[in-house]
């Protein structure tokens, strides 16, 4: 079905898609408007959308706990788990952000394992806007 829509989509076609499925939206969507109640809340790119909600966040790993440590120290973490080796750091998923960070991790000598962004999503959108909780 999506692959139906995406070439209807190509060749011109403008399609109105009602879905509970956010995710569907996620993928099909240029523009995304939010209902609650029988009213819009909100409308824009899902990108947009998404940017306007807190709670991104980046997650760091590290190869052992001197790295952690040093992180730790270096950084401002909003959260830390020593078992994982982990930390993690409020971030809106911007590129300058990620620069920025990056640079702070080299200037105090840090070697990050793995570095993951994790973003709102529509369903975060919804909730936010409408103070409704998922089923």
Request: proline share 3%; net charge negative; charged share 25%.
């Amino acid at each position: 079905m999506w692959d139906i829509i995406r070439g209807l989509v190509a060749e011109g076609t403008t399609i109105l898609l009602t879905t509970q499925y956010l995710d569907e939206a996620d993928q099909l969507a240029h523009r995304v408007a939010v209902l609650d109640g029988g009213r819009i809340v909100a409308e824009g790119t899902p990108a947009e959308l998404k940017a306007r909600i807190p709670g991104g966040h980046i997650e760091l790993a590290f190869a052992d706990r001197a790295e952690l440590d040093a992180a730790a120290a270096a950084l401002t973490p909003t959260g830390r788990d020593d078992e994982a080796l982990t930390l993690q750091l409020a971030g809106d998923g911007r590129v300058s952000t990620l620069r920025t960070l990056l640079r702070q991790l080299d200037d105090a000598s840090v070697e990050v394992e793995a570095l993951t962004v994790h973003t709102p999503d529509l369903d975060d959108v919804f909730f936010a806007l409408t103070g409704k909780k998922g089923a």
